[in-house]
């Protein structure tokens, strides 16, 4: 018997781990040669790792929620020589540490049509060995997998006659929805995130009860694995009580509490996926960088008329970097090097429920305030759906957190490495303002500047801030 065992490959610019979101087999099925084999949420997307051969399933590592390391083993199969297998030597897009790969996953191919090569989010079909030259090393090429000599990247992958990225079906599992009776709204009959929504809303298309035996999406998932909760609590409504702790159990024993002054807690949970991730990289800026911040207020008394905020304050930003290029850069305090950046790219921050995202605001310098909502728009509908490419999240020059629109005034906004600079946006208010022969009322923004001490100094930072603050008076 031919076993293969089948290691976690790196999903993506060096993650350390991935967390099972779903397996589409279990231990004895056969399985073909790339066809989806799990759902894993890296800190960036949610991917479809594809089964490397085809035969009969020995291993699995772990359910949904357990997290594997990159490198460990992800499953082990017993090959099956009647069915087809990748030759010995070709590559299967799941290479570790052979050096720097070519094409990654979400970077740009350099022919003049820009494509993205090897996406998630559905890129271009590249013939890796063009003009009889010798495929290159493709390095870890996950939702895609090298066939012959093409990559094939993979798009909203078909499952039980559902077209559906791996995102949305697991926004389905958690919402209850069936996709196989959604209406698709997207290109190609693609079922959409806000399709699920709907789907959820209406409550007439959830999924059958689990006597049915049907999965989620209909794909004939377990049942087991949908059971709901065994003591649910008793619908709200009128003649609805409150649940009532006991203090004995079910045997009518007395039940064993904490002692006085020890507080009761709940059980711990492992970080996972995005928050994952974003532990990491503020522990890493927290060790790396020298974070000093100065607050002022933006005065929009001035202001005609309702204006986009947002638009606003990305202008001001673009302002500031013009004038002091300083803080627009990258440092590097290994070599002790600053890149300063002739355009303006700005990552916004956007908060979920799954923890922090950064996406890049590209160009910033290039776009009006129509121009900067739709681009914010549509970052923020990828960042929600978990269709945005991995690229989107990295490269930006410099950062704005607009924390006020939920609370807060001032902030110590985290500066992540190689950036030197954060602005942090407070919340609007009313207050009163000294003027020449009295006093008056103004509408103010708070705004928080934290920036790395290493690579600018005070006075950069000050005359930077006070170039913010003069474009955010400004009337329009």
């Known amino acids: 018997m031919s076993t293969k065992q089948f290691k976690l490959p790196d999903l ?32 960036k997307a949610l991917v479809d790792v594809p089964s490397p ?22 499953a082990e199969f017993e090959l099956d020589a009647s069915m087809p297998q990748r030759a010995e030597g070709q590559d299967t897009g799941h290479s570790h540490g052979h050096g720097q790969p070519e094409k990654g996953v979400g970077t740009q191919d350099p022919a003049p049509d820009d494509r993205v090569v090897a996406s998630q989010e ?7 060995g063009a003009a009889g030259e010798p495929a290159p090393d493709a390095g870890t090429v996950v939702g895609a997998m090298q066939v012959g000599t093409a ?23 958690k919402l209850g929805v069936d996709l196989a009776r959604v209406s698709p709204s997207g290109t190609e009959g693609t079922v959409s995130m806000s399709d699920v929504k709907r789907a959820a809303a209406d409550g007439s298309l959830l999924l059958p009860s689990p006597a049915s035996g049907r999965g989620a999406g209909g794909e004939g998932t377990p049942v087991a694995a949908y059971q709901p909760h065994p003591n649910p609590l008793p619908p709200a409504g009128e003649g609805a009580k409150p649940a ?61 008329g309702r204006q986009d905020i947002t638009a606003r304050l990305v202008r001001a930003i673009v302002a500031a970097c013009k004038a002091v290029p300083a803080l627009n850069a990258w440092f590097d305090g290994a070599n002790l090097s600053r890149t300063l950046h002739p355009h303006v790219d700005i990552g916004i921050a956007v908060d979920t429920d799954d923890g922090l995202f950064v996406p890049a605001l590209r160009n910033a310098d290039m776009l009006d305030a129509v121009g900067v909502r739709a681009a914010i728009k549509r970052l923020r509908v ?28 001032y902030a110590t906004p985290v500066v992540v490495p190689p950036c030197v600079a954060i602005i942090g946006a407070g919340k609007l208010s009313h207050d009163v303002v000294a003027v020449i022969g009295g ?31 003069d474009d955010m008076a400004q009337p329009t």
């Open 12 to 43: 993506g610019e060096g993650l350390p781990d991935a967390t099972i979101v779903e397996w589409y087999v279990k231990v004895g099925d056969t399985i073909k040669l790339d066809d989806n084999l799990v759902s894993m949420e890296t800190a």
């Open 151 to 173: 990559v094939m990247a993979q798009a909203a992958i078909a499952s039980g006659g559902v077209k559906a990225m791996p995102a949305v079906r697991a926004m389905a599992r």
């Open 382 to 409: 990828q960042v929600e759906d978990r269709s945005i490419a991995t690229s989107e999240l990295s490269g930006y020059t410099i950062s704005l957190s607009n924390f006020g629109m939920f609370a807060g005034r």
């Open 244 to 304: 009532q702790r006991s203090t004995v159990s079910q045997s009518g024993k007395p039940m064993r509490t904490q002692p006085p002054g020890v507080a009761a807690t709940g059980q711990p949970e492992q970080l996972k996926g995005v928050r994952r991730n974003m532990a990491r990289v503020m522990a890493d800026a927290h060790a790396q960088v020298v974070p000093t911040t100065l607050v002022d207020d933006a005065d929009l008394h001035a202001w005609n």
């Open 122 to 128: 559905g890129g271009a079909i590249v013939d890796a």
């Open 53 to 74: 051969v085809s035969g009969k399933v020995l291993k699995l590592a772990g359910g949904a929620g357990d997290i594997v390391v990159t490198g460990h083993m992800l």
């Open 439 to 469: 006093i008056e009322v103004h509408r103010r923004m708070p705004i928080s500047l934290t920036f790395d001490h290493r690579a600018c100094t005070g006075g950069e930072a000050a005359r930077f801030l006070a170039a913010l603050l």
